[in-house]
């Protein structure tokens, strides 16, 4: 529609919606017309009206309630004083040409809601409200919308528009106020869903009042001469500032931090200076310690009380460099946000209760040097990057063992693990510089294997070349002699490891896979126990890879049947088979036989008038034509002479003969092997050696069973004469016996 609007088109018509048409001009409105007094609302907006402004609202009848005239081509300026409008609840003349100041709408319009007279300057260079603020405009009580935006308009803003108790949007923005922003207007936080006086000349720095602006939105840029910091409230708690992103009025770290205090309850920590206030510098908070740059490089909040959860906002914390929030109680997880702190170097987040999974992002930390986890209730693998990680203490979880945890922390690299029992203990990998475990338990087995290897090497030449040949040099026996007695006792006389002392072969194999066998079960609880360092010390070692009180005793008597497996494997064979133990054991297991068949004469010569001679208490001395040997005996020095000892000295040197001849032949036998697999003839000799050795085998079982029984014969012979002198002495008051009276 076009031409000239009439807004008195029907009689009583009550609303008229000439919106959106083309009308250029506002036809006559008649106080004669019935419709007159009957009109409340019009909507003239979006035409082409170009009236006068004074003509054009002085044409509307007093019962108007809305008066809608907005983008249109109205111009000129408003007058003074408006017709009494007392019943307008909106005027709308927005986007127009008005000019001039603006009129006192308190006495025309004194129960207005909505007041818009926006955008005049926006039609052109002719256009704009100019002026000031009227101070009458904070009498409007009833005032929810005061849109003047978009003008001339000078002057401060007065400070009793905060007063309006119900104003919900105040648009002054893209004007030239100027001067101060008033703390008064900071009373319209309750209220405000749109605060706007951004693009403006304002100077000076936000009201503390403006923390309050929590809700709708609020803007104060594009004032250049506004100074400091927002207030706290407003930078982290409104729903939307424009400043908010304005380091120079809001800096991120500040944010971060107040929101880090709020999940961490803040209001409950021991110690909290400066975390509530709305302007001082972080730097000047409790905990926070900042670089020149005024930036947050420490953030040291141990034994402080917080509890709650842990921020994200602390990823944006990009400059810090040491995080300790120890001996606390946190809850939940650790964000992964901490990823994006490339500074850090120091992180202590022992002695909380963070549950769950530790990031895996946090890998992305190259700069750290520092990381303690333990003491909370962490699960899963914990994996950091430990290159700058040198001391024992400088990457700590809780992987160490007992825990209360079904699927307990995991850490390849840490330097040191606790257990839930707050021991701690280093590992050895840290120590290996990043070996890995496997792989030191792998070396440790190749270096006893190894040493195991060189001693049969040794035993296999050195020994065998210096200690089966007879020799001249009577000191050097002796100290061959006490050598192999020293070994006798470390090893123990009931030990399967006795046949490492021996020529057995059978017996070698089964003191090897004794070994075998413990090294292996071994291995098995120190994985089991996940790194412990004192491999064999074992309180730590049982503490550590015990989970419960009845499994310290169940892994203490494991271990300790562990160490003793050679002694009862021994012990069992005394029981099942002793004659088979017994020429395993070829009398090289116990001291008293040791030297018999080392010590063998070269040549087959009955020795010449051998003899006994008594040495100490517990020892008999051989002499031959071959020189001195020493036996191990029980029996006394005292029977020395009898004529069971002569029968005893005949028998020892059959012995001797016999061992000698059985050595040789053991030699031949090689030799004839060897020598077979060059002539097949060999064979035959190699068998007829078998059956002489049987023969002397047998012969020696023979001799060594009369020894016993004489020296059986010897010990009772001694009992008896003891007694016989006991009472011979008591009877008489002897203080000695002879010989003869004794017979």
Known sequence: MDGIADVLVAPSINFV????????????????????????????????????????????????????ARDNLIAGELPMQLPSFVKMEEFDSSENKLVGALPDFSRSMPRVLKLHLARQKNKGEDGGISGTIPLSISSLLDLV????????????????????????????????????IDSELGKLSDVSEVFNISKNTLSGSIPESFKDFIQGNISLGKNDDLLGYAPLGLCYDSTFFDLKADPRFCPPERNALREFFDVAKGGEWTISTGWGDQFLSVCKWHGVNCNELEQPVELDLKSNGLSGRLSDKLGELFSLEKIDLSDNDIKGSIPDALRRLANLNT?????????????????QLENLELAHFQSNR?????????????????????????????????????TMCCNIEGGCHTTTEALLNGLTYDTFLGLILGILTGFLFMVIIIKCTIYNKYCKKPMDDKNLREKILSEKNEAFETIGHESIYGFFLTKNKFGWIIALSVITFQ??????FVWAAEKVTALYASTVYNIAIARSNPELVENAVIVLYLVDVDEQLYGFMEVACPDRLEKMM?????????????ETSANDETPQKPRWTAVGNDKLRWSSVEGDKFVDNKISANVTGTDHTHEIN????????????????????????????????????????YQVQNEHRAQLTTLEKKIDDLRLALQVHKSSSQLMSESIRHLYGRTSVTDGELS
Not at 519 to 524: D, K, T
Not at 586 to 598: E, T
Not at 668 to 679: C, E, K, P, Y
């Open 347 to 363: 992180l202590r987040l022992s002695y909380n209760l963070f549950t769950g999974n530790l990031p895996t992002q946090l890998i």
């Open 650 to 689: 005949d028998l020892y040197a059959k012995l001797y003969k016999l061992e000698d001849k059985f050595d040789q032949q053991d030699k031949a036998r090689g030799d004839t092997v060897l020598a077979g697999m060059i002539n097949q003839g060999g064979a035959a000799h190699d068998d007829t050696l």
């Open 519 to 524: 090294f292996w079960v071994f291995l098995y």
């Open 586 to 598: 070829g009398k090289s297991s116990s001291p008293d036989n040791s030297n018999k068949s080392d």
């Open 145 to 180: 919308e005061l849109d003047l935006s978009s003008n001339y308009l000078t002057g401060e803003i007065p400070r009793t528009i905060g007063n309006i108790p119900r104003l919900q949007m105040l648009d002054l923005s893209d004007n030239n106020l100027s001067g101060m």
């Open 17 to 68: 919606n000439f919106s959106h048409n083309e009308f250029i001009s506002l036809g006559y409105i008649l106080k004669s017309r019935k419709a007159y007094n009957s009109l409340e609302a019009v909507d003239l907006s979006t035409n082409l009206m170009s009236n006068e402004a004074a003509s054009f609202f002085e044409s509307f009848p007093p019962n108007m309630k809305r008066l809608i």
């Open 378 to 414: 962490l699960t899963g693998q914990i994996i950091l990057r430990n290159e700058l990680m040198i001391d024992d203490s400088s990457f700590i979880s809780d992987c160490g063992v007992p825990t209360d945890f079904e699927n307990p922390v995991t850490c390849n690299n840490c």
